[in-house]
């Protein structure tokens, strides 16, 4: 079993079908994974019949994500964001974050964009992993602990694992990207860049779920 969280950074300004056409490139790179390997889940999710390997793709200003996991019965999901004014970003946090969540975000006496986009990463990279999308933000849970750290606060199935990071770049650049590991319990996924340039990643919370024998008589998320 391998899993990998791959990156690529295309210094300059790039539309999302270019940034798409990258993540086929670093699949068919690092997977042998090609155009008619591909399809569609019903709700849309991308996915490869017939081979134990899933995959989850992100792209945000000039940055590619595609996180990676080999093995039977395993799925993941991941998401990148450009750090930049977002519209609405409060409104959005009052209505789709719990409570810790918002305290999270304002825990020094003001909005804290970087923590927006970690929570954000966090819900996104698990609703990728299940197939949902961003409709489905209020289903998703709490990543916020009752002591106020990162966490992720739901019954589980099976194990689930959630990787954060930060990445910044000489220039200016600012991105959080999460990652989101079903079915093993990943300590920490290797990064790997295909591109020419990298950007500094350090990482920023591994927070990690198990089952519990309440999942039997919990619901499971």
Same mark, same amino acid.
Request: net charge negative; proline share 4%.
């Given at each position: 079993m391998s899993y990998y969280i791959n990156l690529s950074f295309l210094s300059n300004k790039h539309d999302n079908p270019q940034l798409s056409a990258e993540a086929r490139r670093i699949l068919s790179l690092c997977e042998g994974v090609m155009e008619d390997d591909i399809a569609k889940e019903a709700g849309g999710r991308l996915f490869c019949p017939g081979r134990d390997?899933?995959?989850?793709?992100?792209?945000?200003?000039?940055?590619? $994500?595609v996180s990676v996991i080999r093995g039977k019965n395993?799925?993941?999901?991941?998401?990148?964001?450009?750090?930049?004014?977002?519209?609405?970003?409060?409104?959005?946090?009052?209505?789709f974050f719990s409570g810790g969540e918002r305290?999270?975000?304002e825990a020094q006496g003001e909005f804290d964009l970087s923590r927006f986009y970690i929570?954000?990463?966090?819900?996104?990279?698990?609703?990728?992993?299940?197939?949902?999308?961003?409709?489905?933000?209020?289903?998703?849970?709490?990543?916020?602990?009752?002591?106020?750290?990162?966490?992720?606060c739901a019954v589980v199935s099976s194990a689930l694992s959630l990787n954060v990071y930060e990445l910044t770049g000489g220039a200016g650049e600012h991105y959080i990207l999460a990652a989101a590991f079903a079915?093993?319990?990943?300590?920490?996924?290797?990064i790997r860049w295909f591109s020419?340039?990298?950007?500094?990643?350090?990482?920023?919370?591994?927070?990690? $779920? $198990?089952?519990?024998?309440?999942?039997?008589?919990?619901?499971?998320i």
């Amino acid at each position: 079993m391998s899993y990998y969280i791959n990156l690529s950074f295309l210094s300059n300004k790039h539309d999302n079908p270019q940034l798409s056409a990258e993540a086929r490139r670093i699949l068919s790179l690092c997977e042998g994974v090609m155009e008619d390997d591909i399809a569609k889940e019903a709700g849309g999710r991308l996915f490869c019949p017939g081979r134990d390997v899933d995959f989850n793709i992100s792209h945000s200003g000039s940055m590619t $994500a595609v996180s990676v996991i080999r093995g039977k019965n395993m799925r993941t999901g991941c998401d990148v964001e450009l750090v930049r004014p977002r519209a609405k970003a409060e409104e959005i946090t009052e209505e789709f974050f719990s409570g810790g969540e918002r305290e999270y975000i304002e825990a020094q006496g003001e909005f804290d964009l970087s923590r927006f986009y970690i929570i954000w990463t966090l819900k996104e990279s698990y609703l990728k992993l299940r197939g949902l999308s961003v409709f489905d933000m209020a289903g998703a849970p709490s990543f916020i602990s009752r002591e106020g750290s990162l966490a992720f606060c739901a019954v589980v199935s099976s194990a689930l694992s959630l990787n954060v990071y930060e990445l910044t770049g000489g220039a200016g650049e600012h991105y959080i990207l999460a990652a989101a590991f079903a079915g093993t319990d990943v300590q920490q996924p290797e990064i790997r860049w295909f591109s020419q340039e990298s950007l500094v990643c350090k990482s920023i919370a591994n927070i990690k $779920a $198990a089952p519990s024998p309440a999942e039997t008589v919990s619901p499971k998320i």
